[in-house]
């Protein structure tokens, strides 16, 4: 069992929706992180955040709006999104955000927008 | 800039069959880590390994081994006896320790190679 668990593991949102994903890890990791997978291609980073603060945001569209409530949870909150924002959302959290720390992902949310 | 390139874009063997995942990869940083994940159909991303780059050693678990040549950036990975369970889409990706200045190094993903096992 994965140990970053990702909630829905489906989502079928319209273009005017407003929904968010979550995402949980118990392994007192320091940083965690937003990823996009189209498919057949290797995940992009979308966010990281660092001790609860957001540490890089790789020019991701206002309409994904990332939160860090605890050290253990991690949301993405979205609004507006285009046919183009369909793909698997995976989370991901580290030890903390040096580089080399492996990151351990969740199964993803299989997003669909209509 | 750095760059991972897994030329193998689709891989079928039959069980059984040993098979190895071809990974180069370029980068400027004198220290540096690489990783393999696999990606089963399920989604997740599973961590298999590390290696730093100071550490060229070869490692072997069960099944799976990893041959680390740094003189032709390369880190291939190698499953001997394939099952079908090891039917996944394979990535192999690079980290630095430092990127911009922050103490933040980004994974740098190859564009991931799909093995097929067949019963």
């Known amino acids: 069992d994965t140990e970053v668990t990702q909630t829905p593991k489906h989502l079928v949102m319209g273009m005017t929706n407003k929904k968010s994903l979550k995402c949980e890890q118990h392994?007192?990791?320091?940083?965690m992180y937003w990823y996009k997978q189209k498919a057949k291609k290797p995940p992009e980073l979308m966010f990281v955040y660092s001790y609860e603060k957001l540490s890089i945001n790789e020019s991701v569209p206002s309409r994904f709006s990332p939160e860090c409530p605890n050290s253990s949870l991690l949301n993405l909150h979205l609004h507006a999104l285009q046919p183009e924002d369909s793909a698997l959302y995976l989370c991901?959290?580290?030890?903390?955000?040096?580089?080399?720390?492996?990151?351990?992902f969740g199964d993803g949310t299989r997003l669909s927008i209509l | 800039a750095q760059k991972v390139t897994q030329a193998q874009t689709e891989i079928s063997v039959v069980e059984k069959e040993d098979v190895t995942l071809d990974c180069v990869y370029e980068?400027?940083?004198?220290?540096?880590?690489l990783f393999w994940y696999k990606q089963p159909p399920s989604g997740e991303l599973v961590f298999l390994i590390r290696r730093n780059s100071f550490d060229e050693q070869n490692e072997i678990s069960g099944r799976y081994s990893w041959n680390f040549q740094k003189s032709t950036s390369s880190f291939n990975f190698t499953i001997t006896a394939s099952q079908v369970v090891d039917s996944a889409v394979y990535f192999c990706a690079l980290s630095d320790l430092y990127a911009g200045g922050t103490s933040y190094g980004k994974l740098t993903f190859g564009q991931g190679t799909i093995l097929t096992v067949h019963p």
């Open positions: 392994m007192g990791h320091r940083a």
């Open positions: 991901a959290s580290s030890q903390d955000e040096r580089g080399g720390q492996p990151q351990h």
């Open positions: 980068t400027r940083d004198t220290t540096y880590y």
